[in-house]
């Protein structure tokens, strides 16, 4: 069986360790598991995000160097002159962060400049927020531009700002976040827990936020 067969039936049975095994005992695992980012089935996709974020705490043990290498593989992929286009390599580097938290301080920052940028504005802002919750205050600087993304079109955008800004721990976010209770726009989101996708309406999630 192919790398890739092989690789997208363990993360179909989201069996970590037999992924942790079958990564460290190859090379190239980096460019397999990249593959899988673009699995027709957005399931496979997300798990294959997770992974990343397994492997890359398990590298951190030994070898920090070789997560920043990943990173660094992943921005380049962000980068026009790359010729390719990861889109989803935001919400890599952000699992990869929230696996490491000790590489926050180095990357958290350099994620939130594509906040605004084609097309990684959905996977930066989902990204951001998963590094938020093991980092509360990390976006402090980017409250003005979250407020105002509240409002924004892109309903992905709009849920995950809410998260964001509910980890800041901001009376003026608060207040924001509340104008979205009556948001029934439906979003349907990836679950790191349970390895599930959960389906949730904006104004569901902003009033779950106010009353936490």
Aim: proline share 3%.
């Amino acid at each position: 069986m192919r790398p890739k067969a092989v690789v997208r039936n363990i993360l179909k049975s989201r069996d970590r360790t037999a992924f942790l095994d079958w990564a460290l005992n190859k090379g190239n695992f980096a460019g397999t598991l990249t593959s899988l980012l673009f699995d027709s089935d957005d399931l496979i996709s997300f798990r294959a995000i997770e992974a990343f974020g397994w492997i890359s705490a398990k590298k951190a043990e030994t070898d920090l160097e070789s997560v920043r290498e990943i990173i660094r593989r992943m921005l380049w992929g962000m980068n026009d002159e790359s010729g390719i286009c990861l889109w989803r390599a935001p919400e890599v580097i952000g699992e990869i962060l929230v696996n490491v938290p000790e590489l926050i301080p180095e990357y958290a920052n350099i994620l939130a400049e594509h906040m605004n940028e084609e097309p990684f504005e959905r996977g930066t802002y989902s990204a951001m927020a998963r590094v938020a919750r093991i980092k509360p205050g990390v976006y402090s600087a980017y409250s003005g531009e979250l407020r105002k993304s509240l409002g924004n079109k892109d309903p992905y955008i709009r849920a995950s700002a809410v998260k964001i800004l509910n980890n800041l721990n901001s009376s003026s976010g608060k207040a924001e976040i509340a104008k979205l209770i009556g948001d029934k726009t439906m979003v349907r989101v990836y679950n790191f827990t349970n390895g599930k996708f959960d389906e949730i309406t904006i104004g569901d999630l902003a009033e779950t936020y106010i009353a936490g």
